[in-house]
């Protein structure tokens, strides 16, 4: 186990990124990101924001690519996910801007108005 942000945090990998997860993203960033990640941390996982972040970090981060013979896939989810928000190259406004683009998607796939969910960048 690592600790990260104060929490102690399973050095596992899972398939996509897991919503339990977001809560630990808050700090990487500035303020508009914050506020983006305490309004979706304490929501259900199916929630449409919840699964709106879920989508954009898979998105962001290399999960459509990781499998059990990737580095990556050995360091877990949580330092995956944490390296992706840090190295973002654009600002705050185009994180946000990326997770309103992933909402209308997954707005758009909930009432049927969408065949199936974009999972590349």
């Known amino acids: 186990m690592q600790h990260l942000t104060?929490?102690?945090?399973?050095?596992?990998?899972?398939?996509?990124?897991?919503a339990r997860l977001i809560p630990l993203l808050r700090d990487l960033r500035g303020d508009q990101w914050r506020e983006l990640v305490d309004q979706v941390a304490d929501l259900p996982d199916t929630h449409p924001d919840t699964l709106a972040f879920v989508l954009m970090m898979i998105k962001l981060g290399p999960c459509?690519?990781?499998?059990s013979n990737n580095y990556r896939f050995f360091r877990?989810?949580?330092l995956c996910?944490?390296?992706?928000?840090?190295?973002?190259?654009?600002?705050d406004a185009d994180l946000?801007?990326?997770y309103h683009k992933?909402?209308?998607?997954?707005?758009?796939?909930?009432?049927?108005?969408?065949?199936?969910?974009?999972?590349a960048a």
């Open 102 to 119: 992933s909402h209308d998607e997954i707005e758009q796939y909930l009432h049927g108005s969408l065949g199936t969910l974009s999972l």
């Open 96 to 98: 946000i801007h990326l």
């Open 6 to 18: 104060g929490q102690i945090i399973e050095e596992t990998a899972e398939l996509f990124f897991p």
């Open 64 to 67: 459509m690519k990781c499998h």
């Open 76 to 78: 877990g989810c949580a």
């Open 81 to 91: 996910s944490t390296q992706s928000i840090q190295t973002f190259k654009g600002n």
